[in-house]
Protein backbone atom coordinates (compact mmCIF):
# COMPACT_ATOMS: atom_id res chain seq x y z
CA UNK A 1 0.00 0.00 0.00
CA UNK A 2 0.99 3.34 -0.74
CA UNK A 3 -0.41 5.90 1.75
CA UNK A 4 -0.37 9.91 1.88
CA UNK A 5 -0.41 11.38 5.48
CA UNK A 6 -1.51 14.99 4.68
CA UNK A 7 -2.07 17.37 7.42
CA UNK A 8 -0.62 20.51 9.00
CA UNK A 9 2.44 20.41 11.32
CA UNK A 10 1.76 18.98 14.14
CA UNK A 11 -1.44 17.75 13.41
CA UNK A 12 0.36 13.84 14.61
CA UNK A 13 1.46 12.57 11.02
CA UNK A 14 4.62 11.25 11.99
CA UNK A 15 3.35 9.97 14.88
CA UNK A 16 0.67 7.71 12.99
CA UNK A 17 3.06 6.79 10.27
CA UNK A 18 5.25 5.42 13.32
CA UNK A 19 2.96 3.26 14.25
CA UNK A 20 1.40 2.24 11.34
CA UNK A 21 5.31 1.61 10.20
CA UNK A 22 5.85 -0.26 13.31
CA UNK A 23 2.43 -2.36 12.42
CA UNK A 24 2.28 -3.07 9.10
CA UNK A 25 5.74 -3.10 8.24
CA UNK A 26 5.76 -0.49 5.58
CA UNK A 27 8.57 1.92 5.67
CA UNK A 28 8.28 5.53 6.74
CA UNK A 29 9.18 8.28 4.15
CA UNK A 30 9.57 11.36 6.20
CA UNK A 31 10.92 14.23 4.28
CA UNK A 32 11.29 16.54 7.02
CA UNK A 33 13.59 13.32 8.72
CA UNK A 34 15.09 12.71 5.96
CA UNK A 35 16.12 16.39 5.64
CA UNK A 36 17.45 17.14 9.50
CA UNK A 37 19.68 13.56 8.59
CA UNK A 38 21.06 15.49 5.73
CA UNK A 39 21.59 18.19 8.25
CA UNK A 40 22.98 16.45 10.52
CA UNK A 41 25.72 14.71 8.23
CA UNK A 42 26.60 17.94 7.24
CA UNK A 43 26.03 17.39 3.36
CA UNK A 44 25.77 20.35 0.84
CA UNK A 45 21.85 19.26 0.41
CA UNK A 46 21.42 19.49 4.47
CA UNK A 47 23.19 22.76 4.32
CA UNK A 48 20.92 24.14 1.89
CA UNK A 49 18.01 22.99 3.32
CA UNK A 50 18.59 24.01 6.47
CA UNK A 51 18.47 28.17 5.27
CA UNK A 52 14.60 26.91 4.41
CA UNK A 53 13.93 25.04 7.05
CA UNK A 54 15.12 27.16 9.90
CA UNK A 55 12.32 29.94 8.75
CA UNK A 56 9.92 27.44 7.87
CA UNK A 57 10.15 27.67 4.88
CA UNK A 58 9.32 24.52 2.49
CA UNK A 59 12.55 23.22 0.83
CA UNK A 60 12.58 23.91 -3.15
CA UNK A 61 10.60 21.40 -4.77
CA UNK A 62 13.11 19.51 -6.70
CA UNK A 63 15.50 18.62 -3.97
CA UNK A 64 12.20 16.82 -2.45
CA UNK A 65 11.28 15.31 -4.73
CA UNK A 66 14.46 14.22 -6.00
CA UNK A 67 14.92 12.35 -2.47
CA UNK A 68 11.41 10.77 -2.50
CA UNK A 69 12.71 9.17 -6.44
CA UNK A 70 15.68 7.70 -4.57
CA UNK A 71 13.95 6.55 -1.28
CA UNK A 72 10.83 5.04 -3.54
CA UNK A 73 13.06 2.99 -5.53
CA UNK A 74 14.90 1.28 -2.39
CA UNK A 75 14.25 -2.71 -1.84
CA UNK A 76 12.13 -1.93 0.64
CA UNK A 77 9.74 0.15 -0.25
CA UNK A 78 8.54 -2.31 -2.90
CA UNK A 79 5.40 -4.11 -0.83
CA UNK A 80 4.72 0.06 -0.17
CA UNK A 81 5.11 2.80 1.94
CA UNK A 82 3.75 5.86 4.13
CA UNK A 83 4.41 9.15 3.00
CA UNK A 84 4.58 11.58 5.55
CA UNK A 85 5.00 15.45 5.18
CA UNK A 86 5.43 14.95 1.31
CA UNK A 87 4.08 16.42 -0.99
CA UNK A 88 3.73 19.68 0.52
CA UNK A 89 2.98 21.52 -2.88
CA UNK A 90 0.64 20.57 -6.00
CA UNK A 91 4.25 19.96 -7.90
CA UNK A 92 5.20 17.48 -5.34
CA UNK A 93 1.85 15.63 -5.85
CA UNK A 94 2.42 15.93 -9.54
CA UNK A 95 5.91 14.82 -9.34
CA UNK A 96 4.34 11.82 -7.38
CA UNK A 97 1.60 10.92 -9.57
CA UNK A 98 4.31 10.96 -12.41
CA UNK A 99 6.65 9.21 -10.66
CA UNK A 100 4.23 6.18 -9.88
CA UNK A 101 2.41 5.99 -13.24
CA UNK A 102 6.18 5.48 -14.73
CA UNK A 103 6.23 2.37 -12.00
CA UNK A 104 3.21 1.37 -12.93
CA UNK A 105 1.37 2.09 -9.00
CA UNK A 106 -0.86 4.37 -7.44
CA UNK A 107 -1.71 5.78 -4.28
CA UNK A 108 -3.83 3.69 -2.19
CA UNK A 109 -5.23 6.28 -0.24
CA UNK A 110 -4.52 9.61 1.65
CA UNK A 111 -5.43 10.33 5.36
CA UNK A 112 -6.03 13.56 6.08
CA UNK A 113 -5.82 14.80 9.41
CA UNK A 114 -7.74 17.83 10.40
CA UNK A 115 -7.12 20.31 13.37
CA UNK A 116 -7.27 24.09 13.45
CA UNK A 117 -4.27 26.66 14.15
CA UNK A 118 -4.93 26.89 17.64
CA UNK A 119 -4.67 23.75 19.03
CA UNK A 120 -1.04 23.25 16.73
CA UNK A 121 0.34 26.21 18.26
CA UNK A 122 -0.13 24.02 21.40
CA UNK A 123 1.22 21.48 19.98
CA UNK A 124 3.68 21.87 18.56
CA UNK A 125 5.38 24.69 21.46
CA UNK A 126 4.81 22.13 23.56
CA UNK A 127 6.78 19.49 21.67
CA UNK A 128 10.08 17.52 22.19
CA UNK A 129 11.82 15.42 19.82
CA UNK A 130 14.49 12.77 19.93
CA UNK A 131 17.47 13.83 18.57
CA UNK A 132 18.60 10.42 17.95
CA UNK A 133 15.50 8.71 16.29
CA UNK A 134 13.02 11.90 15.92
CA UNK A 135 10.12 10.23 18.38
CA UNK A 136 7.90 13.14 19.29
CA UNK A 137 6.86 13.91 22.83
CA UNK A 138 4.61 16.93 24.30
CA UNK A 139 6.00 18.11 27.92
CA UNK A 140 2.40 17.74 28.69
CA UNK A 141 0.08 15.60 26.86
CA UNK A 142 3.01 12.94 26.05
CA UNK A 143 5.87 12.81 28.09
CA UNK A 144 8.37 9.38 28.08
CA UNK A 145 8.05 7.28 30.66
CA UNK A 146 11.56 8.13 32.20
CA UNK A 147 11.76 11.72 32.58
CA UNK A 148 14.37 12.93 29.58
CA UNK A 149 14.50 9.46 28.34
CA UNK A 150 13.05 8.54 24.73
CA UNK A 151 10.82 5.19 24.82
CA UNK A 152 11.85 4.26 21.66
CA UNK A 153 15.45 4.62 21.48
CA UNK A 154 16.96 5.19 24.93
CA UNK A 155 18.48 8.52 23.85
CA UNK A 156 18.80 11.02 26.33
CA UNK A 157 18.79 13.90 23.98
CA UNK A 158 15.01 15.13 23.71
CA UNK A 159 15.03 18.83 22.35
CA UNK A 160 12.91 21.57 21.18
CA UNK A 161 13.45 21.64 17.19
CA UNK A 162 14.93 24.96 16.05
CA UNK A 163 11.26 25.23 14.12
CA UNK A 164 9.18 24.09 16.80
CA UNK A 165 10.26 27.96 17.96
CA UNK A 166 7.23 30.62 18.42
CA UNK A 167 8.02 32.65 15.25
CA UNK A 168 8.57 29.79 13.12
CA UNK A 169 5.33 27.67 14.43
CA UNK A 170 3.45 30.56 13.00
CA UNK A 171 5.18 30.72 9.91
CA UNK A 172 4.81 27.10 9.25
CA UNK A 173 1.08 27.38 9.58
CA UNK A 174 1.08 30.03 7.19
CA UNK A 175 3.23 28.24 4.46
CA UNK A 176 0.96 25.37 5.20
CA UNK A 177 -2.53 27.72 4.48
CA UNK A 178 -0.54 28.76 1.01
CA UNK A 179 0.98 25.91 -0.13
CA UNK A 180 -0.37 22.50 1.08
CA UNK A 181 -4.17 23.14 1.81
CA UNK A 182 -4.51 22.75 -1.82
CA UNK A 183 -3.53 19.07 -1.59
CA UNK A 184 -6.51 18.74 0.38
CA UNK A 185 -9.06 19.16 -2.84
CA UNK A 186 -6.38 17.60 -5.37
CA UNK A 187 -6.26 14.64 -3.21
CA UNK A 188 -9.90 14.60 -2.65
CA UNK A 189 -10.71 14.49 -6.98
CA UNK A 190 -7.65 12.66 -7.34
CA UNK A 191 -7.70 9.62 -5.04
CA UNK A 192 -9.30 8.14 -2.18
CA UNK A 193 -9.33 10.49 0.92
CA UNK A 194 -10.61 9.99 4.33
CA UNK A 195 -10.56 13.07 6.32
CA UNK A 196 -9.29 11.99 10.52
CA UNK A 197 -10.70 14.57 13.21
CA UNK A 198 -7.07 15.17 14.97
CA UNK A 199 -7.97 16.96 17.59
CA UNK A 200 -8.58 13.70 19.54
CA UNK A 201 -6.14 11.62 21.69
CA UNK A 202 -3.17 9.71 20.07
CA UNK A 203 -5.07 6.75 21.24
CA UNK A 204 -8.36 7.88 19.42
CA UNK A 205 -6.82 9.05 16.07
CA UNK A 206 -4.97 5.31 16.15
CA UNK A 207 -8.01 4.00 15.83
CA UNK A 208 -9.65 6.20 13.38
CA UNK A 209 -6.60 5.46 10.99
CA UNK A 210 -7.01 1.66 11.57
CA UNK A 211 -10.80 1.60 10.89
CA UNK A 212 -10.40 3.55 7.61
CA UNK A 213 -7.16 1.55 6.60
CA UNK A 214 -9.09 -2.12 6.97
CA UNK A 215 -11.72 -0.33 4.01
CA UNK A 216 -8.72 0.54 1.46
P1 LIG B 1 8.45 18.21 9.08
O1 LIG B 1 9.39 17.43 9.93
O2 LIG B 1 7.68 17.35 8.13
O3 LIG B 1 7.58 19.15 9.88
O4 LIG B 1 9.36 19.16 8.14
C1 LIG B 1 10.23 20.10 8.68
C2 LIG B 1 10.66 21.08 7.60
O5 LIG B 1 11.34 20.37 6.55
C3 LIG B 1 9.55 21.82 6.90
O6 LIG B 1 9.12 22.97 7.63
C4 LIG B 1 10.22 22.19 5.57
O7 LIG B 1 11.12 23.26 5.74
C5 LIG B 1 11.03 20.94 5.29
N1 LIG B 1 10.27 19.95 4.50
C6 LIG B 1 9.87 18.71 4.92
N2 LIG B 1 9.19 18.09 3.94
C7 LIG B 1 9.12 18.95 2.90
C8 LIG B 1 8.52 18.91 1.62
N3 LIG B 1 7.82 17.83 1.19
N4 LIG B 1 8.67 19.99 0.81
C9 LIG B 1 9.37 21.06 1.19
N5 LIG B 1 9.95 21.18 2.40
C10 LIG B 1 9.84 20.14 3.25
Not at 19 to 32: A, C, D, I, Y
Request: aromatic share 6%; glycine share 8%.
Amino acid sequence: MIIVLLGPPGSGKGTQAKVLSEKKGWPQLSTGDMLRGAISQGTKLGLEAKTFMDKGELVPDSVVIGLIQERTSATDCQNGYILDGFPRTIAQAQALDELLLSQNKKISGCLYFKIDDQNLVTRLSGRRTCLDCGAMYHITAHLPQKEGVCDSCKGSQLVQRDDDQPEVIQNRLKVYHDQTSPLVDYYDQNSEMVTIDASLTLEEVKNAVWDKLGSW
